[in-house]
């Protein structure tokens, strides 16, 4: 069984930065496709960023150019995502999982930025 966890939220001005990490604890399968999503009350959860074992990485057009997804190929049950050059609409509550979302979400970590 695979648990999630993920940490680095904050509450940061329009224009910062914040640097999430994902730790994953269980069987995982190097070869998975990791990826993290982001959700707002009312909304559908949204894929914002993936890297495949192999480091190829692609991202939603809202924050292509803005944030950065990284695995730790030293201990591969990291994932981490730069987030730069933040905006209010970025607020949202973070998660990893795979890029199908075939493991049990983590709790989470809330990023709030403001204007």
């Known amino acids: 069984q695979v648990r999630l966890v993920e940490s680095g939220g904050g509450f940061v001005q329009a224009g910062g930065s914040l640097r999430l990490s994902c730790a994953v604890f269980?069987?995982?399968?190097?070869?998975?496709?990791m990826a993290w999503f982001r959700q707002v009350p009312g909304k559908q959860r949204e894929l914002v960023a993936g890297?495949?074992?192999?480091?190829?990485?692609?991202y939603s057009e809202t924050v292509k150019g803005r944030f950065i997804i990284s695995r730790d190929n030293n201990a591969k049950n990291t994932v981490n995502l730069q987030m730069n050059s933040l905006k209010p609409e970025d607020t949202a509550v973070y998660y990893c999982?795979?890029?199908?979302?075939?493991?049990?979400w983590g709790q989470g970590t809330q990023v709030t930025v403001s204007s």
């Open positions: 999982n795979s890029q199908y979302g075939l493991y049990s």
């Open positions: 890297i495949t074992n192999r480091g190829i990485t692609t």
């Open positions: 269980g069987s995982f399968s190097e070869i998975t496709t």
